[in-house]
Nanobody
Framework: QVQLVESGGGLVQAGASLKLSCAVS????????MGWFRQAPGKEREFVAA????????QYADSVLGRFTISRDNAKNTVYLQMNLLKPEDTAAYYC????????????????WGQGTQVTVSS
């Protein structure tokens, strides 16, 4: 059974940091590209970051570039999203996802999804 479980969300003030984790089981983690997406109420799901199996190729949304860092530990079957200098507009449910193939910013190209973890940033 494929399972992706996010953790690390919370309520913080603007300028704070959070580190999200996504623990993966049920498939060969090292064979998959991993991504992070987010969705705020009333908005479409938005690409945040993605990382290839080797960790060499990474992609970020312009809105988070320079503030967020995606990483993975294949030995632990875990992908991370380090979020610094958080802004109120970062408030959303954050989801991790997995896909075969190359790094992608399109949610429809991902095969597996977690249930999400809420990040709320107050001003």
């Amino acid at each position: 059974q494929v399972q992706l479980v996010e953790s690390g969300g919370g309520l913080v003030q603007a300028g704070a940091s959070l580190k999200l984790s996504c623990a993966v089981s049920g498939f060969t983690f090292s064979s998959y590209v991993m991504g992070w997406f987010r969705q705020a109420p009333g908005k479409e799901r938005e690409f945040v970051a993605a990382i290839r199996w080797s960790g060499v190729t990474r992609q970020y949304a312009d809105s988070v570039l320079g503030r967020f860092t995606i990483s993975r530990d294949n030995a632990k079957n875990t992908v991370y999203l380090q979020m610094n200098l958080l802004k109120p507009e970062d408030t959303a449910a954050y989801y991790c996802a997995a896909r075969r193939g190359g790094v992608s910013k399109y949610s429809g190209e991902y095969d597996y999804w977690g249930q999400g973890t809420q990040v709320t940033v107050s001003s």
